[in-house]
């Protein structure tokens, strides 16, 4: 990507002192990962300060920086980096021709990112959040870095306070808004469901004219989500789900079979267990929306890989013990680990271990979030739980004997205790919020 010399609306303008023209090939915040060419904004923060860090940014190549502060090369001094952050976001995205699209949701947010700019990408130029740059400071980002040619651009939008996705969508204007799924997640700062599901909808108010909504029907206050597009001035709505207008018509195992309109499919999922099922169903929704060849994107789908902590499953020797491994640790709430034990009761294997980390930002009624797992996990086939931290180890002590695997407190113990029950031919199920730190364990045993 080339940035030309442009100017914004705060005459902000790419060239040095002496008037001669510079140009810079990337944005970025962080000299760790920043690359020869990059524009490095040096932001502030609670408990950093890029100014700090321009030297390095210069010594690693950087073309040029955006600072608030007296600076020795090429580069601006600007009021506020972060502002300026914003003002190349807001360039970025009008310049765009192609088709943007944000997807929000409490769940399934960066899985249905990953899967669909994954098979757009087969087909045409496609640009997509990285990793999990989804807030106030990774959307402008992700957004100045937005090619100006590429077909298409995938933005994950996140929140845990209302309002915070309506400003991150001013920012976008997408042509398509997804909503993934509605779940008690960051519920600590909200009154109930319903709230989150209206900060969730501010997604629709400011989807550019003539847009379109794609909202699961099959999860909590789909038809508040659908009235708030309607209201916001969304033109078209288009559901998907068991009960959507883009159905799920059955699925066993890694097999699904979809309804299109008139279009049918049968899809090897990239995992067992409904929630895939409904999140690709989602995605060729959207496929088809934008007219690329569904049955390409069938063929596509089958060398799919879910990424590090979001259901990646990889066969690893512990201690000359074959298991497999289902890393789910990145994030959890009472949905998604709901969705993962079902996975978990859909994958044939010897025993069945679930390590469970805690769930977080649940407020007062985390415990009863905990203990509401107790019948999911009965059904799922697991053989022994095993848990991590105060809540989960509560609900391991509701659970029968014969289930309980052993409480922990810390990574360490866990990982120790796992060590020395393991068994040829062992599923393990890591679950947790990214918090509960039982990544570790993951990294430790991958």
Known sequence: MLWEHYELETALIYEDKKGDGWEVSGVSIDTRTLRPGDLFVALKGPSFDGHDFIAQAYEKGAAGVLSEKEIAGNG???????????????????????????????????????????????????????????????????????????????????????????????????????????????????????????????????????????????????????????????????????????????????????????????????????????????????????????????????????????????????????????????????TSMEAALETLSNIKAGRKIAILGEMLELGDDAGKYHLGLKNSIESSGASLVMALGENMSMLHDALPANLQGGAFNDCESLSSTLETILQDGDLLLFKGSHGSDLWHVVKKFS
Request: aromatic share 8%; hydrophobic share 40%; net charge negative.
């Open 76 to 334: 601006f001094v600007v009021e506020d980096t972060y502002q300026a952050l914003c003002q190349l976001a807001r360039y970025s995205q009008q310049r765009f021709k192609g088709v943007r699209i944000a997807i929000t949701g409490s769940v399934g947010k960066t899985t249905f990112k990953e899967l669909l700019s994954f098979l757009i990408g087969k087909q045409k130029t496609v640009y997509a959040t990285e990793g999990n740059l989804n807030n106030h400071i990774g959307v402008p980002l992700s957004l100045a870095r937005l090619p100006r040619d590429y077909d298409v651009g995938v933005f994950e939008l996140g929140m845990n306070h209302a309002g915070e996705i309506r400003e991150l969508t001013r920012l976008v204007v997408p042509d398509i808004a997804v909503v993934t799924a509605i779940a008690p997640a960051h519920i600590e700062f909200f009154e109930d469901t319903e709230e989150i599901a209206n900060a969730k909808a501010e997604i629709f108010e400011c989807v550019d004219r003539g847009g379109t909504a794609f909202i699961n029907n099959d999860t909590l206050h789909a038809t508040l989500l659908g009235n708030k597009a309607a209201s916001s001035g969304v033109q078209n709505t288009i559901t998907y789900g068991v009960s959507g207008s883009m159905s799920l018509v059955s699925f066993e195992g890694k097999h699904a079979h979809f309804r299109l309109g008139l279009k049918e499919l049968d899809v090897t999922l990239p995992m067992p267990g409904k929630h895939w099922a409904i999140n690709v169903l989602g995605v060729f929704a959207i496929l088809r929306f934008l007219g690329l060849n569904l049955q390409q994107s069938v063929e596509d789908l089958k060398s799919f890989l879910p990424t590090k902590g979001r259901g990646a499953m990889q066969d690893v020797s512990i201690n000359e013990k074959n298991v497999t491994l289902i890393d789910d640790s990145y994030n959890a709430n009472p």
